[in-house]
């Protein structure tokens, strides 16, 4: 039911952060589908029903390819959605805040925390910030970390460039207290 234009695959891995070498290699990966909105133009009520339909298809297509680009143990995830300028923030908001999306990146990345999301409208070559977060515990602090994904010709007008993101750590060199701890220590 989807119309697929391109499918984008990228792989970061950091190996060193402010001078100092990383261990392990901090790796994410990104795939996305870049899909022509399903959305017409004119405003449309009910979003849900198509988002149902199409939700598994998208989350097959980028969801365990992203587990698999990794070529690590999943820790970290999240999804994002990029819309062209010809569609709302809402239409890529209902694909990928769908748990026919969501669960199938969930069950291949072996996580059971809702994904952290991002969503927007953008031109062409506009960068999405997609949030990461631990896949098994949200507050586990040293997992929350924001990476950023550029394609040049991507969202064109009535695209929607969906996303899923997977990291094999927390942010590299990340040393800050347990979620809480600073409360603790001021009681």
């Known amino acids: 039911m989807i119309r697929v234009r391109k ?58 390819a992203c587990v698999e680009l990794l070529g690590d143990e999943v820790e970290a995830f999240g999804k994002a959605a990029l819309v062209g300028i010809d569609g709302e923030v809402e239409h890529g908001s209902a694909l990928i805040h769908n748990l026919r999306f969501g669960n199938v990146f969930r069950k291949a990345a072996g996580g059971t925390e809702l994904l952290p999301a991002a969503e927007k409208v953008g031109l062409p070559g506009s960068p999405i910030d997609i949030p990461l977060k631990h896949k098994l515990d949200a507050k586990t602090r040293s997992h929350h970390q924001t990476v950023t994904l550029q394609v040049a010709d991507v969202p064109r007008p009535r695209e929607i460039f969906v996303i899923c993101a997977a990291a094999n750590a927390g942010r590299p060199l990340a040393r800050l207290a347990t979620f809480g701890a600073e409360v603790k220590a001021g009681s």
């Open 7 to 64: 499918i984008v695959r990228h792989l970061e891995e950091t190996w060193l952060e402010n001078g100092q070498d990383v261990q392990p290699r901090h790796r994410v990966a990104f795939v996305g589908v870049v899909i022509e909105n399903p959305y017409p133009s004119a405003y449309v009520q009910d979003l849900v029903t198509l988002a149902d339909e199409l939700g598994e298809e998208i989350g097959s297509l980028i969801g365990p």
